[in-house]
Every structure is written in C-alpha cells, then in structure tokens.
C-alpha cells in the first residue's frame, strides 16, 4: 500500500534524463517508484495527457516580509508559488528592515516554518543596507541559512567592494548575484531607452547600463575565481559578455526571466505601468539574444523577479510607478512559449526551473530520484485560459499579462507527497 499513485503521466526529470510515460508513487513523503504500479494506494491522481516534473525553483523571488506585508508577505508568496507549481524558491534580501544581519534572517526562516507549504531559502544582502560600502558578515548568514548573496534591487555599485566581495565569497564557494546596473547611467529612467520611450516622452535607461556593470564584474571574476551570477539578464550584448566569459572558463552564470524573453518595449505603449520593471523590457532583438542564450545554454535558469507592489505604487503615471510585477504564477505558462513558439525542448526549459538552479544553490530540490522529496508539479502543457489578474494568489496585482490567454496550467501541486494545491485550490 502507497500513500498516493500518479498515474500514466508523461514524467520528465532532467536531472536523472528521465522522459517517459509512467506511473509515480509517493511512500512516506518520498518519491518511491517511477514505472508500472500495481498495488493499491490511498490517494491517486489520473495524470493523463499531463506533465509530471520535479516542483518548480524560482531562485529569484521579492517578498515584501518584514516591512510592507500589504504588498506580499511568506504566507501569500507561498500560496502564489504552489499554484504556478513552484515548491522551492529563494527570497532576495530588498525587504525593510534588509536581510543583512542574523536577527532579520532568523525571523524570516522562523516565519517560513510557521507557513510550511515551501522550501523558502534567503538570499541574504551582500552589503550592509544595500548600500555598497560596508560588506555584511557572510560567513554568519551563511551558517544560518542564506543559500547566497546579492544586493538585488540595487547594485553592487562599487568596485571595490564587489572584488573584496568576490574575494571573501571564493574562500567558501559562495554565489554573488548581481543586478547589473550602472546608476549614472540609467538614472531617472523609467524603461528601455529607445524609440519607444522616445515616443512616450520619458527618460530611458540604455543596454549599456547592464552591460558595461557585467563586463567590470567579469573581469573582477576572472581574477578573483569567484562565482559570479547575472540576474534578471536583458540585453544582447549582456549574454554576449557571459557566453564569452563562460568560453573562457569564467565561473559566470546567468539567469532570464520570463517578461524578458516573453515581451519587449512596446508593451509600455500607452503607458502600461505594469509592464514597468528593472531591468525594462528591450527591444525585439534583445529579446531574440535572450531566447538564443536560453538555448544554447548561456542562460541556465529561468527565474521570475517576483516583484509584488500595492496598486497605490502603480497608478501614479509612469515615470514614478514603481518598477516590478508579479510572476510566480505565470512563469511556467510564458516558459512554455520557448516551447510552443520557439522549439527549445520540454526537458531543456523544465531542467532551467528544476535542477539547474538546485544545482547551482545546493539545494535539496529539483529531481524525482528515488527517496527524494515528493516536490512535484503536474501541468498541462496544453490547456488555455485567461489570466484574470483579480483571481491571483498574489496579495498584488501588478500583472502584464491581465486579460491575455496562456497556455500551460498547472493542476497539481504536491509538496512532501502531500497534495497542496488542486484544480486551482489551495489546501494549506
């Protein structure tokens, strides 16, 4: 007797090369068996025509707790992450007070066991305040749980301070994650600086603020031999910069998300402030270098920058709505567009939200082996429907996807062999 049988689902796990119609079955909150099953279970769920993959990791997540639970807090990112079919994701350090000394860490690691419906990992700040000048103690918050560290939301704008950075970071194989952005060079932009912004008569920020801050942190890379991570990568010669590095041996990595390989500037004609992010969407053919890095594999992890705000801080014009939008639940619907409309396979764009971000945190996560964790996520790959940005789980709303039809919807949800979302419905 199992606890509970997934049966005749087409079962990918890229970790262990697995791509084949079977049955699964969970003892115990574990994978038990992937094949033919036979016995007799407590629960069963009929995946056919389904996908069953390893749950989902999003290493690239903003939750507003502590500081502006308004905009999201652990419990309603946790709810937004099991509907997209996400059971592990990392939270960055951007929250008030900073997750840059131990008393704010443990409080949100202790919040996390209160909600207990994910894996949910700290990336703790690299700098105090986020401020650039002072480097917090790593190897404590590393010791206490941070599974990295980025100053995310504000780059590591001193060079200085990123090669001292690096330089403590290699001593324990830490992972440094930048977002890149030159601020003298973006400031006061509120989007892709071109024709567009042109156009709408608003400041733009040019590709060369993310690429000449990746080009510094490369060369620090180089001779520092740390490991270094571009987030949210956007422009074309951005994955140029890395796929050179990569050739060269670097300890670079990179990661894309969705809205940047899925939309491009002109999704902010008429002043759509929830298509405003940073980095912002580029043109057509940064897009187009954004997939092509995702295929051929400079870009190994597809991640969201989940970036929940309150609709006070959008519905204020353009050029100071706050920058972000939320994407948990729609990361794996637009990830499958590089499948249905660009012809990456399944298994490659599955293994960039699954073991290819366990593998390079560490994590305990992102595979179906035998007497793993029974993390799961069952979609359909096929099935469409409209996003009603009302019906998220999100405590936010700052979609730019509202009224659009998708393609992909996630069905089930199991975290520890035990169903947490269904058809929709959350089962805390």
Request: aromatic residues 4%; contains cysteine.
């Amino acid at each position: 007797m199992s606890d509970t049988v997934i049966r005749n689902g087409r079962i990918i796990d890229p970790a262990n090369g697995i791509d084949t119609l079977a049955d699964l079955w969970i003892d115990d909150g574990k994978v038990a068996g992937i094949g033919q099953f036979t016995g007799d279970a407590t629960h069963e769920i009929d995946a056919t025509g389904q996908i069953v993959c390893p749950g989902l990791i999003d290493m690239h997540v903003h939750l507003r707790e502590p500081g502006q639970e308004w905009k999201e807090d652990i419990e309603s990112g946790s709810h937004a992450a099991i509907a997209g079919g996400i059971t592990t994701f990392c939270c960055m350090p951007n929250t008030k007070p900073r997750l840059d000394h131990a008393g704010v860490l443990l409080q949100v690691i202790q919040r996390v066991r209160e909600v207990g419906l994910c894996n949910i990992h700290p990336i703790a700040a690299v700098t105090m305040n986020l401020e650039g000048t002072q480097l917090t103690e790593m190897r404590e918050l590393s010791r206490l749980g941070a599974v990295a560290f980025s100053d995310d939301g504000l780059p590591i704008w001193h060079a200085g301070i990123m090669r001292k950075a690096l330089e403590y970071a290699a001593s324990f194989d830490y992972l440094i994650i930048q977002h890149a952005e030159e601020l003298q060079l973006t400031e006061k932009g509120c989007m892709n600086e071109g024709w567009v912004s042109t156009q709408l008569g608003v400041a733009g920020m040019p590709n060369e603020g993310e690429d000449c801050m990746i080009a510094r942190d490369i060369m620090l890379t180089e001779k520092t031999g740390g490991r270094y991570h571009v987030a949210h990568i956007s422009t074309a010669g951005a994955v140029d910069l890395v796929r050179a590095a990569q050739k060269r041996g670097a300890r670079v990595s990179a990661e894309a998300a969705p809205h940047h390989f899925a939309m491009t500037e002109e999704a902010l004609l008429g002043y759509n402030v929830d298509a405003k992010m940073s980095p912002p969407l580029r043109t057509e053919a940064d897009r187009q270098a954004v997939i092509e890095g995702l295929r051929d594999g400079t870009i190994t992890i597809i991640a969201t920058d989940h970036a929940p705000h309150h609709e006070d801080d959008k519905r204020c014009g353009l050029s100071c709505a706050a920058f972000g939008i939320v994407g948990m639940e729609t990361m794996l619907p637009v990830a499958l567009e590089l499948v249905h409309q660009h012809g990456l396979p399944l298994a490659d764009v599955i293994a960039k939200m699954t073991c290819n971000p366990a593998t390079l945190l560490g994590l305990d996560a992102g595979t179906l082996t035998i007497g793993s964790n029974a993390d799961l996520c069952i979609f359909d790959s096929e099935q469409t429907w409209g996003l009603d940005k009302n019906s998220l789980f999100s405590k936010s709303r700052n979609t730019p996807w509202h009224g659009q039809t998708m393609t992909g919807r996630v069905t089930h949800t199991l975290k520890n062999g035990r169903t947490v979302f269904a058809h929709g419905v959350i089962h805390d």
